[in-house]
């Protein structure tokens, strides 16, 4: 078994093998460098040359400009502009503030966590980039709690980067001053909703607000002014400032720009996290070609997938060729998300797979609306009762019933009668699941088990609700 | 068990004077309690509070959302199996089924012996290393039956103690104020707070 070594994320560059569309590595390149986490191997790879450059010869406008001029699409999962959302500060209030989103926990997402515990330097000097372009006068960078080794990487950066001059009091001698203070959680899904987020950072429960009023850039941290970026959003910053805005935006497509991490998890021969032009390459290229997962195990087919996170609507074989386009999959009726695509071959059981996702969700309700609370606990426990061969000739209908009450008309974007999109993403993979593998769920209720020549799981412990040991 | 030692009261200290507001240390100083004792007891709590500022009921009111933190004692080390939608498609059900026979307890429990707790959790972040695992939050990835075994077996015998310290302890690195701290944020949110 591979020890606690963070795995290296594999880049597009090197020359196509199979034609797949490439670019250069912009966030990845020190994931191959033993040191690279370190400061001395971070500037001795060119680090914080794009910091000093800022500082020293450009306003934070012209930095807020490139951002803006490079398109780049936020990381986290709403794929908003980045340039975009800056602008929304309103003008002269202070103080305010920068959160860096380190929550990683959409299932099937890695990346945030490569680039905190491989290159720390570079989220830090992303978040001082940020910092100066939009005049915060402190910026916390929040770690998910179960990410230890992400932590430590970050503090020894920090403490580094403060020793440097890189990071405080008048930073490399110019008039400019910040602080980024490491925080963390300690375990709960919902606290990646920026929001909830702010929550948790105020040292409270992780519960929601209410947008409108409380979109954070109007009302954020300590109801100040507050920009919340995620991490990978922010790592791309020194690359855009070493480059340009324009560079950025004529790596790949025009409504999706640079380049873009990708973890491809489930029955792929080579599972693995891959910086790959964005908008360009598409899904098949990323599932079959040798240079990225290698096609599916076994030979076998893909019979669905999920393009972007947990939350997201599942695609299925006639999708493979769609591009890892924003504009295009929302189109398609999901979301790019967070980067995470999971496969899923013919032997997968479908029932099951939509179980774990649901009570995923049920599991990490947040518990402030009831529909969410409610609905999610019955759509598990209906899923549940499913599984163990004690389904109901109404359950079907009583999970469509029960998704609509979270989700009204089962639309996509959902409408939500609930304060954050976590309730409605419970219903994603029922709408998926229950509209094209039907028979599969009326299988499992007149027989009480899978239809033939699907994997069973040796599915047990414990329900909905998370245990306190 | 105990309210906090001197040591973390320097650490926790350190903490809060970082905060604009005193009570977003909260979190981290739970975690001081909870490397201190390997949970988070009811002295500590009350303790926490009076660092802060806060209630004890405040301090439980926050702790109690989250996973991580235990309110009586757990395993020396806390195995957390992801089973999760990627890690299940690879068979993340069936190396928990392992896990429970060979440490003869249930999902959720802790052996006899203080040694080891067993939870199914939700996905870590290493969906692409499926199945995997954590133990006190350092990962292992791709873990078969036997390597489950062997993990086991290291950590009875002290072979990873250099790795994995015991249940509670985070990252053992720490940010630290510096002198150069500017503590701009602090101030500026302190000056609105008067108004
Ligand atoms: C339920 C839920 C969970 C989320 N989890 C994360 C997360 O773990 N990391 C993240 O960066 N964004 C997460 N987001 C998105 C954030 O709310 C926010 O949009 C994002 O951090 C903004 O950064 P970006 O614009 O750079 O993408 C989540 C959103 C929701 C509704
Ligand atoms: S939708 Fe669910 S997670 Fe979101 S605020 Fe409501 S109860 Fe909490
Ligand atoms: S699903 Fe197991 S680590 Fe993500």
Known sequence: MPADDPGAANGSDGGAVSGVPTGPKLITTRFDQADGYTYDGYVRSGGYEALRRALTAMTPDAVHDQVKTSEIQGRGGAGFPAGVKWGFLPDGVFPRYIVVNGDESEPGTYKDRMLMELDPHQLIEGVVLASYAVGAAQAFLYVRGEMALAQERIAQALNDAYANNLVGTNILGTDFSVDIHLSWGAGAYIVGEETALIESLEGERGMPRLKPPFFPAAKGLYLQPTIVNNVETLSNLPWIINHSGQDFYDLASPTSTGMRMFAVSGHVNAPGVFEVPNGTTTFRDLVEAPEYCGGVRNGRSVKAFIPGGASAIWFFPEHLDLPLDKATVDQAGSMLGSGAIVVMDDTTDMVAACWRVVRFFARESCGKCTPCREGTTWLERILKRMLDGNGRPEDLATLVDVCESISPGLAWPPKQTTICPLGPSAVSPIVSAVERFRHEFDHYVEHGRPIDGVERHAIHGTSGVAVHV | ?195
């Open chain 2, 1 to 195: 068990m105990s309210r906090l030692s001197d040591h973390h009261v320097i650490v926790a200290n350190d903490i809060i004077a970082r905060c604009p507001r005193p009570k977003s240390a909260l979190i981290p100083v739970l975690h001081l309690a909870q490397e201190q004792d390997g949970y988070v007891s009811t002295d500590a709590m009350e303790h926490i509070a009076e660092l802060i500022g806060i209630t004890p009921a405040e301090v439980y009111g926050t702790a109690s959302f989250y996973e991580m933190f235990k309110f009586e004692p757990v395993g020396k080390y806390c195995i957390n199996v992801c089973t999760n939608i990627s890690c299940q498609l690879l068979g993340a059900w069936e190396l928990l089924e392992h896990a429970e026979e060979r440490l003869g307890i249930k999902s959720g429990s802790t052996t006899t012996d203080g040694m080891f707790t067993i939870e199914d959790v939700e996905c870590i972040a290493a969906c692409t290393e499926a199945p995997a695992l954590q133990v006190n939050y350092r990962y292992r990835y791709r873990v078969t039956n036997e390597d489950f075994d062997a993990l086991v077996d290291d950590l009875r015998n002290g072979a990873l103690d250099d790795e994995i310290p015991p249940h509670g302890t985070l990252a053992r690195v720490r940010q630290t104020t510096p002198d150069n701290w500017a503590d701009t944020g602090r101030r500026a949110q302190e000056a609105v707070d008067a108004r």
